[in-house]
Each structure stands twice: as C-alpha cells, then as structure tokens.
C-alpha cells in the first residue's frame, strides 16, 4: 500500500573544488565548507545521524515525459524509505512523495498515476543516482526536530541508450545540501537556514532535482516530449494554445483524480468542458470533421465523471442545509440517514470513475487528443488576426445565450421551464469559455464579459443544483418513512430548496440585463 507525505527542502550546491584551490574535489566531500547552523535562531543544537549509502535508479519514458512534467520516479535501496517514490510537484521547494514497498517491478499503484502520461509507452530506467548522504537533525531546546541536513556526495550515470557518446559524457560528480522541513514545521526556519548558508557561500541549486541535474550534466538533453512555448500571433495560436493548456490539465488531473485530491473531479471534467467548447466555439479555425469525434469522446468522459462530482457537490449542499438548522427541527437519525447515502454514493461514484480512468476507451481519447494538437487540422480562419476572428466567435455564443435565457423566462414555473434553465447554463458555460480562450489575445473586454457570463451562470447553476437536490430529498424522506421515521425535515428542506429556486429565478432577469450591457456586447464586437 503506498504512503504520501509532503515533503518541504530546499537544495544548495557546493563548488567541485574551493575558488583558486587545487584540481580535484572538495576534501572530506565538502564538509568543511557547512557553516555553524546553531547560529540559525530557535536551532539549539545539530546532532549527527551518520552516513546512509543510498542506491537509485529513476525511470521515464525515452523521451522524458515524467521529466518533462517535473515528476520523478525511482526505485531506491538504502535507508529507513527504501522502495519506489514517485514525486509530484506541489509548489516551489515543495512536492509530494507517494512511496510504495519495494519489489523489482513497479506497483500498480504508481503505474496508475503516471498511466496518463506515459500510457503506451516503455517505462525504462534513464539514470542511476549512489549517494552518500551525511545526516544531521537541527533541534529545538526541546529536542524537537525542527529540520534534516543532508550533506549529499552523488555519484550519477546516464543508462538511457544513445544519450551520450564516451564514458565521461555519461557520468557526473557532485556534493549537494538538502535542508528538509520537519513535519508541521515553520517555513521560515529554511529562510533563516538559507540566509547563513549564503553567507557562507553555499548557493542554491541551479537544479530542481537530483535528476534534472544528472540528465543535463551526463549528456546532451533529449528532445523534450513537451514542445518549446509558443509565440502566439495568429487566432490559430491563440485558439491551439487555449487546446494545449486543457489537454495538459486533463492528463495532470487524472493523478489528481486517482489520489481523491480535494475538488480534483471537478477541474478534470472543468478541462473536458473548456476542450469541447472550444471546439465547437471556434469551428473556423479548427476542422470540425477532426475535432468532432474527440469532442464526442469528451462529452462521453464529462459525463462519467459527472456521476462522481455532482455526489459531491450534492453531499455537501446537503450537508450544509441540514447543519443550518436548530436539532429541534431534526426529528428522526437525519444526520445518520445523510451520512449513510453519502457513503453509498461516494464509493459507488469513486469505483466509477477509476474504472473510466483505468478504461482503453480514455486511453484512447487522450492518445487522440495528442495526435490533434501535434498536427491540427486548421482552416483558413486560423491565419486570420486574434482581433478579428474571435470576437466574432465569442458574440455568436453570446447570441446563443440570449436566446435560450429569454426562451426560459417566457415560461411558466414548472418542468419545462427548469430544462430550460438548464440549457441556457450550459450555453452560458460556452459562452464563458469562449471568452476565457481570447483573454491572452483580447484583454480586458474578454475578461469582463467572462465576468458576466460567470453571474449567469453562477444563477443558472445554483437554480439547478436546487432542481436535482430537491430529487434526492424526496428519496430520502421516501426511505425514512418506509424505515419508520419521521420524513418531516426532508420535507422541509425540499420546501426550502422550492423557495431557493423560486429565488434564483426571480434574481435571473436583473444579472441578465447587466451581461446584456450593449456598451460591452459594443466593445467586444469592434476588437
């Protein structure tokens, strides 16, 4: 079973050899060269925990995807955590290291979360890193553990085939600090750290990781499997650009997914949504013939996912109108009741969406949304000028908007109209993201008219949400009372969610009438 932790460090470098000293490496590996860390204030003292000879091997795709992506994965032997480590970047200096037990073959479990990005494609070791790391513990006066130095003497050698020419391109030395947060530590203690280790010379590391530094320092790079930023200049590149940021999401959002990372469903399904819309938005730019059975696969996985997030979001919509009330209006085991359907649902929706992730049919879709963006099919529209072509697409989502909104404000309360309301959400989420898509080339009158679109939808949404809790509300007061128990508070929750709905649709004519400025439909029209 693999473990996560958050790990917090930060990396220096130590010269190969002291400015104006003699040729050869540092002696005894550099460390005379660590200053007196007790100077670091709340350090009170540095205990030595000896030396810990370590053995890894880190494996990537041939042409470097996990690399690529700032993921590392190794196998390592040595020390208190030995096995496999796949590591995710988090934010600078911090990451988040999934460990799994040793074995000779990669686990399951890490194979899953790296299967969108590597999916096909040979798993196959690149690099061998053996270090001799010297540990030391900065306390407190406690004797808590407020950090771990590690003074790191590397060893590393290049094992991808043809990435060098010669033993000595192949192979690389160094010594290294890493200086690693305890857990629930102060981040500021690795400042303060810092600040005494320049002052003694030592620089921070040019290098993100052991790995990066070894695979620029053992040969020549391979071609990267990520393409060099763009310049965008025509409406294509705008439109290709807006393409590659969600497909990148969708792939880094399905680890995200398979580790029930907080609200990780919702930004994968977002990124299939923005991806399909675009298509459909910008048609003139993009062959549709192409683009159209992708968007068809697309549709297929937001909707998969779909089952797991609107659990989600209805638990927690629950949950919160249960909480805002007195217990004097809860009559029977409600809580436990709720508790008991969001438990069902959840395990349900979660093997749901695992088994879609794990699916040759995804697969599939993400293998051919790599092959679009490698070689999309553009049409004579994509060498038009950002101004022109896509404030034009923009305004004719906008139009389709419109009418759907007053299409749904000429009917009556009741079922059609809640359908109505519904579509006239998902064309103000279009709508929306078309917009979201010309920021880079239009500025601020794409980012105001994404702003409206938000209020609509933000309505509409809320209007919705309202139309499918109060289904599920009445199942629940349907199985209390064939249990025994009171139905009365699922009843009144539903009448509440009848008065919030009723609320929202009186609130829609006023947001619409300010998204419908003609001063702002004016000034996205005339970029």
């Known amino acids: 079973m693999a473990d996560t932790k958050r790990e917090i460090e930060r990396k220096y470098e130590l010269p190969v050899r002291p400015a104006g000293g003699d040729e050869g490496p540092l ?16 350090v009170s003292a540095v205990t030595a925990h000896g030396v810990t000879e370590l053995d890894a091997v880190y494996h990537d795709t041939s042409d470097l995807r996990l690399t690529a992506d700032s993921l590392t ?54 690099v061998r890193l053996r270090t001799s790391r010297a540990t030391s513990l900065l306390v407190d006066k406690a ?59 030592v620089r921070p590391a040019s290098a993100a990781s052991k790995l990066a530094r070894a695979l620029a320092e053992t040969a020549p790079p391979t071609k990267s499997h990520k393409a060099a930023k763009r310049v965008l200049v025509t409406a294509g590149d705008h439109v290709l650009a807006y393409l590659r940021e969600q497909a990148d999401a969708i792939v880094s959002y399905d680890a995200a997914v398979r580790r029930d990372l907080p609200d ?6 977002v990124a299939t949504r923005r991806m399909r819309s675009a298509f459909r938005t910008y048609k003139k730019v993009l062959d549709r013939d192409a ?22 979001v209805l638990a927690e919509r629950l949950t919160e109108r249960v909480g805002a009330h007195d217990t004097t209006l809860l009559l029977g085991p409600v809580h436990a009741r709720l508790r008991i359907w969001d438990a069902e649902g959840r395990t349900d929706a979660r093997a749901g969406t695992l088994a879609v992730l794990d699916s040759a049919r995804y697969l599939r879709l ?28 923009i305004v004719k989502d906008y139009e389709r908007l419109a009418g759907r909104v007053e299409y749904a404000l000429t009917l009556a309360p009741g079922e059609e109209r809640d359908l109505a309301l519904h579509d006239a959400r998902k064309a103000a989420k279009r709508a929306r993201y078309a917009a979201d898509a010309a920021v880079p080339a239009l500025g601020k009158p794409a980012k105001r008219f994404s702003k409206r679109m938000k209020a609509v939808q933000s309505v509409l949404g809320d209007h919705q949400d309202s139309v499918v809790a ?18 009365f508070t699922w009843g009144l929750l539903y009448g509440e969610e009848e008065a919030r709905a009723a609320d929202r649709e009186r609130e829609l004519p006023r947001v619409w009438r300010k998204s419908a400025d003609p001063k702002l439909r004016t000034a996205l029209g005339r970029l």
Not at 292 to 312: K, T
Not at 368 to 390: F, H, N
């Open 470 to 487: 109060r289904d599920a509300l009445r199942d629940l007061a349907i199985k209390a009372h064939a249990a025994g128990e009171s139905a």
């Open 366 to 393: 993400l293998d051919s949304m790599e092959a679009l963006l490698a070689d999309p099919p553009l049409l004579d529209g994509a060498a038009r000028k950002p101004a022109k072509a896509l404030p034009r697409a």
């Open 143 to 201: 004797g808590r553990t407020l950090a771990e130095v590690a003074l790191d003497t590397v060893h590393a050698e290049r094992l991808l085939a043809g990435a060098g020419s010669g033993a000595g391109a192949r192979t690389a030395d160094w010594t290294e600090i890493e200086v690693e947060l305890a857990e629930d530590g102060d981040p500021a203690l690795l400042d303060a750290v810092e600040k005494v280790l320049r002052k003694a010379g």
């Open 27 to 42: 002696p005894d590996g550099g460390r005379a060269l660590l200053p007196d860390l007790t100077k670091v204030r709340a």
């Open 73 to 126: 994965l190794r196998r390592r032997t040595g020390g208190a955590d030995e096995g496999w480590h796949l590591k995710f970047p988090v934010g600078d200096g911090v990451r988040d290291e999934i460990q799994a037990p040793l074995s000779d073959t990669l686990p399951d479990e890490l194979a899953a979360l790296v299967r969108s990005r590597v999916r096909g494609t040979r798993l196959t070791p690149v």
């Open 291 to 312: 683009s159209r059975p992708i968007g068809a696969e697309l549709q297929w996985l937001a909707g998969e996912l779909g089952v797991d997030r609107d659990h989600e």
């Open 264 to 269: 990780s469903v919702h930004q994968l399904r």
